[in-house]
């Protein structure tokens, strides 16, 4: 079965740490990853990741593929308390169907920033 | 354009009742879906549908219907209602397509107890 695994669960930073999310998989027919940011509601989409090393950046979030790895990063620099959240990482596959869809979710990591 | 919209937002139920959890998109995408989502454990898959006429069961089906009959309603059945389906669950939608595919817009979800 395919899996998505993210890591740590949870992390406790101050503001102004710099963090680094992790997020490996095995995923049959790879077609992307992607970043969701989740506060108290629905999850918001940050990034869509489908080469390996380039990087995509919005603001202070940042985020590279490894594909020969099998792995993804989402750095957050100068950490604010609103980073606080959950953030999902997922795994798309090219082919739809089974019991996993198309997009596999990791458990998340648990971010919470401090004053 | 109001995206993908839930209701009911909150719902208490008792053991054995039915209810239909209500999922409407105006952005005519193809693919819709329904999760839950349990503390740490990330979104589980319950249903998809790639298109109206047609569903298929995620990870965890037992004790949900759905049915897709219009592209832009995909409504959610829980019938008999357990304790076990106490959650909060999420509707979300995307396209097809290479630069779209993958994306979901989650709905903002609906935290059911099961009592």
């Known amino acids: 079965e395919d899996k998505v695994v993210q890591s740590p669960l949870s992390l406790v930073v101050h503001e102004g740490d710099t963090v680094t999310l992790n997020c490996s998989y095995e995923v049959t027919n790879f077609r992307s990853l992607l970043w969701y940011k989740q506060e108290k509601k629905a999850p918001t989409f940050l990034f869509m990741l489908t080469s390996s090393g380039i990087e995509k950046k919005s603001g202070r979030l940042s985020s590279i593929l490894d594909k020969k790895e099998l792995f993804s990063i989402l750095n957050i620099t100068a950490t604010q308390t609103g980073d606080s959240a959950i953030y999902l990482c997922a795994v798309g596959r090219r082919n739809y169907g089974g019991s996993q869809g198309n997009l596999i979710f990791g458990k998340g990591t648990k971010l919470s920033v401090k004053p | 354009n109001a995206g993908v919209t839930q209701t009911p937002k909150f719902r208490i139920l008792k053991i054995g009742q039915s209810m239909t959890l209500q999922c409407a998109q105006d952005?005519?995408?193809?693919?819709m879906y329904w999760y839950r989502q349990d503390p740490g454990m990330g979104l589980k898959l319950i249903y998809y549908?790639?298109?109206?006429?047609?569903?298929d069961k995620g990870e965890v089906p037992n004790g949900y219907n759905v049915s897709r009959s219009t592209t832009e309603d995909f409504p959610l059945r829980l019938e008999l209602a357990a304790p076990s389906q106490t959650s909060v669950y999420f509707c979300a939608s995307s396209t097809e397509g290479q630069s779209g595919a993958n994306v979901l817009t989650f709905g903002a979800g609906s935290r059911l107890t099961v009592l």
């Open positions: 952005m005519n995408h193809n693919y």
């Open positions: 549908s790639v298109g109206a006429g047609i569903t």
